[in-house]
């Protein structure tokens, strides 16, 4: 399960503010996921980068911004304009290409007051 | 784009029974199929993948089977044992990039 973290494990937030999640993994894996995470609903994309200074949205990247300045890390914003931000947050990482397993970071739980 | 479900949404076996859980997604350009299992307050860990190619896989109590043509996977576990119970989660990924989209998931509950 090491390699790769999610911090921090809680976090609390007032409507209105933006709050960035951290991911890191040392790896060495060129691709980063952000991955949302609802009862019922499995896990849904919001965001990926299959390399350095590029990323994609995912199905659900309405509210939500990321940025990928390194290899090893890739940041999570949720702002104010994410309806329903309360969720458990999952970061993953894999080796580019296809059929690679991803590899899950231990999540965040983001709980907006 | 492509949307696979899951099906059942929770299963109960007695320890030492099969559990079946079944898969279908909509684009038939997806080729590769994982399956994660995510114990309770865990990470989502890989537990057994198949590709287009092939039609079975087995890893021990672990199989999956994929019918390209109807367009769904199943994931098999047999002589189920308590520490089997978790949620799973199928996926299906197409040629180009690495995306998943995964099913709902299945809450699997072994009872002793």
């Known amino acids: 399960d090491g390699g790769i973290t999610q911090s921090p494990k809680y976090l609390f937030r007032k409507e209105g503010q933006n709050v960035t999640l951290s991911c890191e993994q040392n790896?060495?894996?060129?691709?980063m996921y952000w991955y949302r995470q609802d009862p019922g609903q499995g896990l849904r994309l919001i965001y990926y980068s299959q390399i350095v200074n590029d990323f994609q949205k995912g199905d659900i990247a309405e509210g939500y911004s990321v940025s990928r300045e390194k290899k090893e890390s890739f940041p999570l914003t949720v702002t104010s304009a994410q309806k329903n931000p309360t969720a458990f947050y999952l970061c993953a990482s894999s080796i580019s290409g296809n059929y690679n397993e991803q590899f899950f970071g231990p999540g965040t739980r983001l709980t907006v007051l | 784009g492509e949307n696979v479900e899951q099906h059942p949404s929770t299963l109960s076996v007695q320890e030492g029974d099969s559990a079946v859980i079944k898969c279908t997604y909509s684009d038939s350009a997806s080729n590769y199929f994982p399956w994660y299992k995510q114990e309770l307050g865990k990470r989502p860990q890989l537990i057994i993948d198949i590709r287009s190619n092939v039609g079975e896989k087995k890893d021990q109590r672990i199989a999956v089977t994929l019918n390209k043509t109807a367009k769904h996977f199943s994931l098999h576990i047999t002589e189920t044992q308590p520490e089997d119970s978790a949620v799973y989660f199928c996926a299906a990924s197409q040629r180009y990039g690495n995306k998943l989209v995964f099913g709902a998931g299945t809450i699997l509950r072994v009872k002793s």
């Open positions: 790896l060495n894996h060129d691709a």
